[in-house]
């Protein structure tokens, strides 16, 4: 299974963008895929997960702005970030598990196998 990260880019404050986290090899069934970015010069955070199921979750600065979805094949899953603002800055790397974490398990990325390459999002006026 490899993950393929996209959808990164340039953007101005206010402006949106959407994050996809596609799968090679299997779909996403039984799953929890979660967002970590890492500023510069900063250690990597933790952003965003989604669970089979439905459920998700965000860290506080995310929380009201970022939202996910999956395509009808479940072969990608995407983070669609609003409102963005300049400390949304940094690399984004998906990563996933095929299996649905308890709540506070999200956050960890030990708990993930499977991780995509990163993709960059800048925001800037």
């Known amino acids: 299974v490899q993950l393929q990260a996209s959808g990164g880019g340039l953007v101005q404050p206010g402006g949106s963008l959407r994050l996809s986290c596609a799968a090679s090899?299997?779909?996403?069934?039984?799953?929890?895929v979660a967002w970590f970015r890492q500023a510069p010069g900063k250690d990597s955070e933790f952003v965003a997960a989604a669970r089979s199921g439905g459920s998700a979750n965000f860290a506080d600065a995310a929380k009201g702005r970022f939202t996910f979805s999956t395509d009808k094949d479940k072969s990608t899953v995407y983070l669609q970030m609003n409102s963005l603002k300049p400390e949304d800055t940094g690399v984004y790397y998906c990563?996933?598990?095929?299996?649905?974490?308890?709540?506070?398990?999200?956050?960890?990325?030990?708990?993930?196998?499977?991780w995509g390459q990163g993709t960059l999002v800048t925001v800037s006026s």
């Open positions: 090899g299997r779909t996403f069934s039984t799953y929890t």
């Open positions: 990563a996933t598990t095929w299996r649905r974490l308890i709540t506070s398990s999200v956050r960890n990325e030990e708990e993930y196998e499977y």
